[in-house]
């Protein structure tokens, strides 16, 4: 039975050739040289994988180690090499007692190298920009590295449009209208990035999250591009909410089951004192509340808007003071005295 090959053998040919306690054997055998193989395979993954994390950690440190050496040979040859070539300048330029005759065009040679190494150790700086840096420390690595690039120009170009990401980062996270009018200002005097993409998200950033009632004219002063934005944005979102509050008032039909009544109250609820509010003003239906709300929110974005566009402001008021009219309409036809009086 141990010459039999197993690999090339087929079920038919084994229940012909042995019988039924052999096959069986044959069966245990296989079991066993399978979970023999499953453990030899997972202990060699194991140890390959150990090996492999072992590998990383020293990946790492080689990374770490070629970052210093980087930053060692930088200093060797380009910090004492310019040192050297400022000294040799000087006594070109300085010392008439010296063995050799001062020669123009050996002096505009080692310049050149002065200034080509200049720009090296400049570049160096601005390819190693990245999120981490504050926003005032790129605005210097890119303003040093100026506008001459040379055949570097596609590199150069490149990098830019990773900074452009990071400044689009950095947008999201600055929440000083100082800090982002110094970063809008920098990148409008820079003709390599996407300038209306990263206005957009400003934008976005000052609408959603930075303008309130009380910031609202300095931002307006220190971002006036964005000033008919912000006139057009504010007018839909008012006329979205006057339409539905039409729509409110003119399906009004309250029922009067589900009218708000002091002695259903219970003290314990949580919105006990907010139900209080409502039946002090009035509003004794769910579908009052709902038209109050509206109206309170409109008021709201017509203050915002005054400050944006008064010409805007005056037309949307009309709207809302119709509204409100119907609404003290139907209060007045109720003999809902409470909700007149906190409509006037």
Known sequence: MSDIDLLNTTSQSLFKTFPITQIQQISTNLNQLSNLKHEEIRNLVGSKYRDLLIS??????MEKLSHEQDSKLYDLIFGKFKIGIDDKISKF??????DFEIDQQNINQIKSIQSKTDFTIKLSKFLKINSDDEIEEIFMKINEIGNEWGDK??????KF???????????????????????ELFWNKRNEFNISSLEQLLYNHLK????????????????????????????????????????????????????????????????????????????????YQDINNGLQSIKDLLNFIKIINNDS??????DYNDLLKSF???????????????LK
């Open 56 to 61: 990383a950690d020293e990946i790492t440190i």
């Open 93 to 98: 330029m300085n010392n008439k007692n010296d």
């Open 153 to 158: 120009s596609n590199l150069v170009l490149e």
């Open 161 to 183: 449009k990773e900074i452009e990401i990071i400044f689009e980062t950095k947008i999201n996270e600055i929440n000083d209208i100082n800090e982002l009018l110094k970063l």
């Open 208 to 287: 959603s999250n930075l303008i309130k009632f009380d910031n609202l004219k300095e931002i307006l002063e220190k971002f006036p591009k964005f000033i008919d934005n912000l006139n057009n944005d504010y007018q839909r979102k008012l006329q979205i909410l006057i339409k539905n509050v039409q729509n409110l008032i003119n399906e009004l039909k309250p029922n009067p089951k589900n009218e708000l009544k002091l002695y259903d109250l219970k003290f314990d609820d949580d919105d006990y004192l907010l139900k209080i509010e409502f039946l002090s003003k009035g509003l004794i239906f769910k579908e």
């Open 313 to 318: 402001f005056l037309k949307i008021s009309n």
């Open 328 to 342: 003290q309409k139907h209060a007045q036809e109720t003999n809902n005295s409470l909700l007149l009086k906190h």
